[in-house]
C-alpha cells in the first residue's frame, strides 16, 4: 500500500495571495475573507475530506518594492489587504473534531512571552490542532511600520533573535508548570499549587524572561513547529527545532536534495529524521478530466495580472521589476544583481532565457510553486511520484481560486487518493503532532531541544 500523504490547504487570512489576477475570476471567493462563515465553511469541506489541516501564510508588512509602491499590490490586493489568521482559529476549530491549523507568526517584532501566551490559548481552544509556523520577515514595510527602521534586520541576526525566541517560547511552553500543577481544589480553595509553577529565569542576549507562563499546560504545550526558510541558517535552525518543513522546491531532484540534508542535519543535531515532517508547496488545478482541468488552466492563466505578479515577486527578491524590460531575457542585466532570481528560473528550465513576462505567467498562478493541472488519476499520480522519489511526509496545497480549486480537489482528487489509500480516511489521535507522528505523540519528543525544559512532577522527583 502506497504511503499516506499529509494534506494541508495553504491559504492567506486575505481576498489573493500567491496568484495574480485570478481573483477576478466569478468563482473566486476571496472577497468573503472578510465573513467567518466563510471561514467554518472551508472548515468544513476539509475535515470532512480528511485533510490535516489548513496552513496559514501571514506577514507583518506587505510588497512595497514594485514601482518604489505598494500601490500595485493594493491594485491585485497582493497579499494587502490581509486580516490577522489567529483570531480564524478557534471559529473553525468550533465546527470541525480533527482538522489542524498551521499560524505563521513572526519572530522579528514579537516577543516570546506574548506569542506563547497566543499559541497556549490557541492550543487550548482547539484541543491541541495548532502549529506554529516560525518565520523571520523580509518586509522592509514591516520594519518600517513595527521598528522604525528603514532595512530589515541582517539575515544572521534575524534567525539569532528566532533561535533565541524560539528557546524562550519553548522554556514558558514546557519547563514552567507542571503537569498536575492545577488541582481545582475547591474544599481547600486551591485552584493552582503555586509550588508546581516554576520561574522560568532567562537571561539572554534578545528577550529577559524571569517569571512564570501566564498559561497553564494545553494538550500539546508547545505547539508543532513548522518552519519554511531555506538559506543554511534556515535549514540549520529547522533541524535543530522545527517538526515540520515547508518546502518549496521546483522539481522532484531539487526537492530530493533539500529533504535529504534536511534529515542529514537533524542527525547531526542528535534528533531523529523521522520527528521531522516534510511538506512541499503544490498548487493543483483539477477536474473531471485532464481535458477540462487544461481548458481551466488556461482561463486561469488568461487571468493573470503581470502587475499584480510583479509586485509579489518584487517583494519576495528586495528588486524592483519595473527597472526591467518586460520582454528581455533577465541574462543581459545580470551584472545588476538579479543572481537569485535567475538561478532560481534557470532551474526550472535552463534552456530558456526567462524574461520578467514569463516570470509573471509562471509564478501568476500559485506563486513560485509547481503546479499540476489534471484529471483525478494524473493529479493522483503526479503527488505520489513527488512522495516516492522525494521521501517527503506530503503537501501543502496552493491555489489560484480561493476555495474553488480546494473544492475541486476534494471532489476530484481526494476520492482517487484514498481509493489508491495514499490519503487518510481518518485520523489517528486528537493532536496535531499525533496526526503528523501517530497516535500518543502529543508533546514533544525527548529528542527535541525543547523536551529538556520539561519539569518531572515534584512528587516525582
Ligand atoms: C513555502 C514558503 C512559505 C513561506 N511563508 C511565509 C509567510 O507566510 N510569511 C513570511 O513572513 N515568510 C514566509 N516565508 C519566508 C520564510 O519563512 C523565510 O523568512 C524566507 O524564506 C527567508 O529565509 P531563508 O533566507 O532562510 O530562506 C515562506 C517561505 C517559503 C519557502
Avoid at 486551591?190 to 507562563?213: A, C, L, M, Q, R
Avoid at 522546491?249 to 520527528?275: M, N, S, Y
Wanted: glycine share 8%; aromatic share 10%.
Amino acid at each position: 500500500m502506497a504511503k499516506q500523504m499529509r494534506v494541508f490547504a495553504f491559504d492567506f487570512n486575505g481576498p489573493a495571495h500567491l496568484s495574480a489576477g485570478t481573483w477576478r475570476h466569478p468563482k473566486d471567493r476571496g472577497h468573503e475573507y472578510t465573513n467567518l462563515k466563510y471561514w467554518t465553511e472551508y472548515a468544513k469541506l476539509l475535515e470532512s475530506a480528511n485533510f490535516d489541516g489548513i496552513f496559514f501564510a501571514d506577514n507583518d508588512g506587505y510588497h512595497e518594492n514594485y514601482k518604489g509602491s505598494v500601490a500595485d499590490s493594493l491594485k491585485d490586493a497582493a497579499q494587502i489587504p490581509t486580516n490577522d489568521p489567529a483570531y480564524l482559529i478557534p471559529a473553525m476549530a468550533a465546527v470541525t473534531e480533527n482538522l489542524s491549523f498551521g499560524v505563521t507568526s513572526s519572530t522579528a517584532y514579537d516577543v516570546p512571552y506574548k506569542l506563547a501566551r497566543k499559541f497556549s490559548t490557541l492550543d487550548h481552544l482547539t484541543d491541541g490542532r495548532i502549529g506554529w509556523n516560525v518565520v523571520t520577515s523580509y518586509s522592509t514595510a514591516a520594519a518600517r511600520n513595527l521598528a522604525n527602521q528603514e532595512q530589515v534586520a541582517a539575515h544572521a541576526d534575524r534567525y539569532n533573535r528566532a533561535e533565541e525566541f524560539i528557546d524562550v517560547a519553548t522554556r514558558l511552553w514546557e519547563g514552567s508548570w507542571e503537569d498536575d500543577a492545577v488541582v481545582v481544589d475547591k474544599e481547600n480553595g486551591v485552584y493552582v499549587d503555586p509550588s508546581k509553577v516554576h520561574d522560568i529565569n532567562y537571561e539572554g542576549t534578545h528577550f529577559s524572561v524571569p517569571g512564570i507562563h501566564q498559561c497553564e499546560p494545553s494538550p500539546q504545550r508547545t505547539p508543532v513547529i513548522f518552519q519554511a526558510g531555506g538559506s543554511p541558517r534556515g535549514v540549520e535552525l529547522a533541524a535543530k527545532t522545527a517538526e515540520a518543513v515547508f518546502m518549496n522546491a521546483i522539481d522532484k531532484p531539487t526537492l530530493k536534495k533539500q529533504v535529504d540534508a534536511l534529515r542529514e542535519k537533524a542527525v547531526e543535531f542528535g534528533r531523529d529524521p523521522e520527528h521531522i515532517a516534510t511538506l512541499q508547496m503544490i498548487t493543483v488545478i483539477s477536474a473531471a478530466t485532464d481535458e477540462e482541468a487544461q481548458a481551466k488552466y488556461r482561463e486561469y492563466l488568461n487571468l493573470v495580472s503581470y502587475d499584480g505578479a510583479m509586485a509579489r515577486y518584487s517583494g519576495w527578491t528586495g528588486l524592483d521589476m519595473a527597472s526591467f524590460d518586460p520582454d528581455k531575457p533577465l541574462k543581459d542585466v545580470e551584472a545588476k544583481g538579479t543572481a537569485t532570481m535567475l538561478t532560481f528560473f534557470q532551474k526550472v528550465d535552463a534552456e530558456k532565457e526567462w524574461t520578467p513576462s514569463d516570470i509573471a505567467e509562471y509564478t501568476g498562478i500559485g506563486g513560485t510553486s509547481p503546479v499540476i493541472v489534471g484529471g483525478p488519476e494524473t493529479v493522483a499520480d503526479e503527488l505520489s511520484s513527488w512522495m516516492e522519489e522525494t521521501g517527503i511526509s506530503g503537501f501543502n496545497i496552493a491555489n489560484a481560486l480561493k476555495f474553488q480549486d480546494i473544492k475541486d480537489f476534494t471532489e476530484f482528487v481526494v476520492p482517487e487518493l484514498q481509493k489508491r489509500g495514499a490519503m487518510r480516511t481518518s485520523f489517528s489521535g486528537p493532536t496535531l503532532r499525533e496526526h503528523l507522528f501517530g497516535e500518543g505523540v502529543a508533546r514533544l519528543p525527548e529528542d527535541h531541544p525543547g523536551s529538556a525544559y520539561r519539569k518531572q512532577s515534584t512528587e516525582a522527583r
